[in-house]
Structure formats: C-alpha cells, structure tokens
T-cell receptor, first 115, second 115 residues
Framework: EAGVVQSPRYKIIEKKQPVAFWCNPI?????LYWYRQNLGQGPELLIR????????DSQLPKDRFSAERLKGVDSTLKIQPAELGDSAVYLC?????????????FGPGTRLTVL | AQTVTQSQPEMSVQEAETVTLSCTYD???????LFWYKQPPSRQMILVIR??????QNATENRFSVNFQKAAKSFSLKISDSQLGDAAMYFC????????????FGTGTRLKVLA
C-alpha cells in the first residue's frame, strides 16, 4: 500500500512569489491534515479536512495561505505571496477517521526555502 | 489550552543501553490520548507508541515502553537495548478524545545513539 505522497520534496523561491504543495493521502483515508514544522520545532496544524470539508482552519493564515481538497482525495496548499518566515517543512498526514486511536500517517514533507 | 513540553532538546545513549525521554503536558480534559512519534533525518514521521489516558497500564511496543503518570501529567518514553536506527527526533503529542481532534506536538528531543 502506498503511503502519503507529497510533492515537491524541496522548493526554493524568492519572497513574494507564489508556491503550491500537493498531497495525496492513503487511499480510503477521509481525514487529511496539513502541518507546518519550523526548524527545531514540532509540527503545528494549519488545516484539517474531513472529506472535502475544512473542519479546522483556525491556524491557517488566511491572508496568504489557501487550501483545497476537491473530491475529498488529494489536496493542495498554496502560499501567495510567500514571506521569509514561511521557510519551513510542510507536512501532510492522513488517517481513516476522527478516532484518536486511528494512527496518523505522515508524508515525507516539502521543505520550503524562501529567499 | 493544552500544551506539551519536552524539556530535553538532545539526549545521547550508548548502543544497547537504555534511555528515557521526558514529556509533560497540560490539559483540563479527563480523557485523551498521548503519542510518541519518531522522525529520522530526512525521513517520514512514524508512530512509535500510544497511550489512552483511561488505561492505567503503561503501553509497550517491543523495546519501547512508556511511563504514564496521569496525576503528574507526565508521559516518558523508555527505549531499551538502543540501536543505531533509533537515532532520530522524537516528538510527544497529545490529542483530546473529543472536540477538535487537534494534535498538539512538543518541540522534540534529538536522540543520538553512540556506537
């Protein structure tokens, strides 16, 4: 079974440029999470989807960040325009339900560097 | 608000020895879940072990075990017979059993295993 797939793995952009990250969760997983992990820190939730509905986006900086999960499968996270402080690893995770016992599976992440 | 604290930024252990990583948390909830995740260098985060707060018995998974002290809000991870492959960042995480289902991660402990 394929794991959570993310692309690209690395991205370097100039500040004020747009950038997008893509995530394909494990087949059948209806819950999808986007996290931001700053250097030396733990992951922080940006947004959580249940199927195609964003049920928790309270930590998403909506002035520059947007996300979508059309058809409740893969998802895209966008930043426009990027700022220097957005440099981080962006992690996608999925699981098969809202039960905490259901393990979260993480993707390899996208390392974003904003110059 | 719930918080998770890992006070050891870095730990070292000799191969085949035992090491304990500390984690404390703060919550007003009575029912919740606690997790330890492992993040090897440039690799995906994976679940090591989980504990349900309503269970008094400490969870164990092969060489990994926890010491869960609910009253003290402490959740430490013990790694026995440490192996070179155990070298990684370890994150403690909390999730309430109801409500937002949001995972709260600590800042991590980097474990070095010395040959």
């Amino acid at each position: 079974e394929a794991g959570v797939v993310q692309s690209p793995r690395y991205k370097i952009i100039e500040k004020k440029q747009p950038v997008a990250f893509w995530c394909n969760p494990i087949s059948g997983h209806n819950t999808l999470y986007w996290y931001r992990q700053n250097l030396g820190q733990g992951p922080e939730l940006l947004i959580r989807y249940e199927n195609e509905e964003a049920v928790d986006d309270s930590q998403l900086p909506k002035d520059r960040f947007s996300a979508e999960r059309l058809k409740g499968v893969d998802s895209t996270l966008k930043i426009q325009p990027a700022e220097l402080g957005d440099s981080a690893v962006y992690l996608c995770a999925s699981n098969s339900g809202t039960s905490a016992y259901n393990e979260q599976f993480f993707g390899p992440g996208t390392r974003l560097t904003v110059l | 608000a719930q918080t998770v604290t890992q006070s050891q930024p870095e730990m070292s252990v000799q191969e085949a020895e035992t090491v304990t990583l500390s984690c404390t948390y703060d919550t007003s909830e009575s029912d919740y879940y606690l997790f330890w995740y492992k993040q090897p260098p440039s690799r995906q985060m994976i679940l090591v072990i989980r504990q349900e707060a309503y269970k008094q018995q400490n969870a164990t998974e092969n060489r990994f075990s926890v010491n869960f002290q609910k009253a003290a809000k402490s959740f430490s991870l013990k790694i026995s017979d440490s192996q070179l492959g155990d070298a990684a960042m370890y994150f403690c995480a909390y999730r309430a059993s109801s409500g937002t289902y949001k995972y709260i991660f600590g800042t991590g402990t980097r474990l070095k295993v010395l040959a």
